[in-house]
């Protein structure tokens, strides 16, 4: 445990010396922001849809601020894969699956936090209908911080299945492009899952995207009622479980049969 | 039982060919990296392994400290098979790659030892006493709090070897470990990897293109190519077979005497030195030597082997590398 939590500590903090990135980050997702948010009003302004428009603003706000949790890989690790690095770490005394987990997971939270927090508070200054509302209920926001924690969970199990690819085929980028646009698409990042018809709603929700940060931004905005969020959470933990299952198979599977090359 | 057990380690590796024309899939070429190696390695040995580039020595390491595995052999290493009981086997090992990097860029590189002494869940004490130690005799001190990015290429591989060494491997695997470093670097990590073997009997096993490393460190050496092992003994036999040639240089007080040399031995001559080139197994020293000296007074002599490089490039030519 004391290695991965070192690990742990360790990532968190060489993550705050990227401020440069920080800053780059909170305004390139502010003006994502204000984008979807004006698209949005525009199309509500000639066709009204069921969900209100405080709902999809504060929707997109969320999704947002919590962007660096949902697409980042680890540039670092992706180095490593390339120059062979990786040969250090596979002389570890430790789990390599685990090991690289706990690293997603300092990178994310605290890349997400330093962008989060202040893109949130803008967002929260901003006019009704354009900027973020306050939670539903007491209860939805607690639910809400509950279901983020298994969705934070199949996030870095997510960033773990990248690696793993990217450990096949040595270039990360093809497969992480196609990944993101998969992850884009169905987590709600650019169209708010509450926005897609009924009938597509009802399958997207299943899927693990769905788990990542639209579970907790529906509790959070009351389109999932407190009541519905014993359901929730378990699909959320049923994934968690199912993408860390399938990492560690393919980990393994890497493992057996793996080559640095280069000397 | 020998510490460390080679038996017919084997492993191929798969490289795929840019697709040539009108073909319509790449064609696939398996390189045999290593054809059945065995050896065994003593406790407390300081073994050298060298070959051309490409002659598996790097797979060898890899292998033994349990990032691959084999196609074929077997191998134990303390009684433990390196790639079937990884996490405990490597907690008795320390690797040192030379061109590549354990610790963290942007941190000082006291704190990516300490996520080390985390790693292999050492004792505050034992840390502390260990780090002391290595510090000192690897002049580590003033460098501790400062980031690795900040660091010359020496000062980063004796940061790396102490790393690699805080954890006290017993059997410790270095690739390469002198490269690029300049003269005082590479005598100092010499000087420091005799002490380590002798202080605390550490093995270790050695692979390098420089020569001196070996005759520097090394009571035994390996030779390895083409996947194969061609030579195991010590460095002095080892160059004996192959060193066939050596070079004299007189000055004579005065004029150079004329001097008469037997056929087939072939010399320069200057204003009043003379430098010869001779093979001892045709033309003995001693009575070469002899000769020069019936010839006139000597002021000046020189005496040559070969180029120790010279002697491994004509080797490895011989052995069809």
């Given at each position: 445990m004391r290695a991965y939590f070192s690990v742990f500590r360790m990532r968190l903090r060489m993550e705050t010396q990227y401020r440069g990135a920080m800053i780059g980050g909170i305004v390139c997702q502010v003006f994502f922001g204000l984008i979807l948010v004006a698209l949005y009003r525009a199309l509500y302004a000639g066709n009204p849809q069921p969900v209100p428009i405080e709902h999809v603003a504060t929707y997109v706000w969320l999704q947002q601020s919590f962007f660096r949790m949902l697409?980042?890989?680890?540039?670092?690790?992706?180095?490593?894969?390339?120059?062979?690095?990786?040969s250090y770490d596979?002389?570890?005394?430790?789990?390599?699956?685990?090991?690289?987990?706990?690293?997603?997971?300092?990178?994310?939270?605290?890349?997400?936090?330093?962008?989060?927090?202040?893109?949130?508070?803008?967002?929260?200054?901003?006019?009704?209908?354009?900027?973020?509302?306050?939670?539903?209920?007491?209860?939805?926001?607690?639910?809400?911080?509950?279901?983020?924690?298994?969705?934070?969970?199949?996030?870095?199990?997510?960033?773990?299945?990248?690696?793993?690819?990217?450990?096949?085929?040595?270039?990360?980028?093809?497969?992480?492009?196609?990944?993101?646009?998969?992850?884009?698409?169905?987590?709600?990042?650019?169209?708010?899952?509450?926005?897609?018809?009924?009938?597509?709603?009802r399958v997207l929700s299943l899927l693990p995207y769905a788990q990542l940060l639209d579970a907790p931004i529906r509790l959070y905005t009351g389109e999932y009622a407190p009541i519905e969020a014993l359901r929730i959470l378990s699909v959320q933990i049923v994934w968690a479980a199912i993408l860390i299952g399938l990492g560690k198979g393919l980990w393994n599977a890497n493992r057996r049969r793996l080559i640095v090359q280069g000397g | 039982m020998s510490y460390i057990e080679v038996n017919g380690l084997k492993k191929t590796f798969t490289v795929r060919k840019k697709r040539e024309k009108g073909k319509l899939f790449r064609e696939k070429?398996?390189?045999?990296?290593?054809?059945g190696v065995s050896f065994s390695v003593e406790k407390g040995e300081l073994v050298g392994y060298i070959g051309p580039n490409g002659a598996g020595k790097s797979t060898t390491v890899k292998i033994l400290s349990g990032i691959l595995t084999p196609d074929g052999g077997e191998a134990l290493v303390g009684g433990r098979v390196p790639w079937l009981e990884r996490r405990e086997y490597v907690k008795h090992i320390g690797v040192v790659f030379g061109q590549r990097s354990q610790l963290w860029w942007d941190v000082p590189i006291v704190d990516s030892f300490s996520l080390l002494k985390d790693i292999y869940r050492l004792s505050a004490a034992d840390y502390e006493s260990r780090l002391k130690e290595l510090t000192e005799a690897l002049q580590l001190e003033e460098f501790l709090r400062t980031p690795l990015r900040l660091l010359s290429l020496g000062q980063r591989m004796r940061a790396e070897l102490c790393g690699s060494l805080l954890h006290?491997?017993?059997?410790?695997?270095?690739?390469?470990?002198?490269?690029?470093?300049?003269?005082?670097?590479?005598?100092?990590?010499?000087?420091?990897?005799?002490?380590?073997?002798?202080?605390?009997?550490?093995?270790?096993?050695?692979?390098?293109?420089?020569?001196?490393?070996?005759?520097?460190?090394?009571?035994?050496?390996?030779?390895?190519?083409?996947?194969?092992?061609?030579?195991?003994?010590?460095?002095?036999?080892?160059?004996?077979?192959?060193?066939?040639?050596?070079?004299?240089?007189?000055?004579?007080?005065g004029a150079l005497p004329d001097i008469k040399l037997p056929e087939g031995i072939s010399f320069e001559r200057g204003e009043?030195?003379?430098?010869?080139?001779?093979?001892?197994?045709?033309?003995?020293?001693?009575?070469?030597?002899?000769?020069?000296?019936?010839?006139?007074?000597?002021?000046?002599?020189?005496?040559?082997?070969?180029?120790?490089?010279?002697l491994i490039a004509a080797m490895y030519k011989e052995m069809d590398l």
């Open positions: 697409t980042s890989t680890d540039p670092d690790l992706l180095d490593k894969i390339r120059n062979g690095n990786i596979l002389c570890r005394p430790v789990s390599m699956y685990w090991f690289y987990y706990v690293r997603a997971m300092a990178q994310k939270l605290m890349g997400s936090m330093m962008r989060g927090i202040p893109m949130l508070i803008f967002a929260s200054l901003l006019p009704k209908g354009w900027g973020l509302e306050p939670p539903a209920s007491p209860a939805g926001l607690v639910l809400a911080l509950a279901a983020l924690v298994p969705g934070f969970l199949c996030m870095c199990a997510l960033a773990n299945l990248t690696m793993g690819i990217t450990m096949r085929t040595l270039d990360p980028r093809g497969i992480s492009a196609m990944l993101d646009l998969l992850m884009i698409s169905f987590s709600g990042n650019i169209l708010p899952l509450t926005l897609f018809p009924d009938s597509w709603q | 070429q398996t390189v045999e990296a290593l054809k006290r491997p017993e059997l410790l695997f270095l690739d390469e470990p002198t490269i690029g470093l300049d003269a005082v670097s590479k005598l100092a990590l010499r000087d420091f990897l005799k002490w380590e073997n002798a202080e605390h009997g550490t093995t270790i096993m050695l692979t390098t293109h420089d020569m001196e490393d070996i005759a520097a460190l090394c009571s035994r050496v390996m030779v390895l190519g083409h996947g194969q092992k061609l030579y195991d003994g010590t460095l002095p036999e080892l160059l004996e077979k192959f060193d066939t040639v050596r070079t004299v240089s007189v000055k004579y007080d009043n030195e003379l430098s010869i080139t001779y093979a001892p197994s045709v033309f003995p020293t001693a009575k070469l030597l002899a000769t020069l000296q019936e010839a006139g007074r000597i002021s000046e002599m020189t005496l040559q082997p070969e180029n120790i490089d010279r």
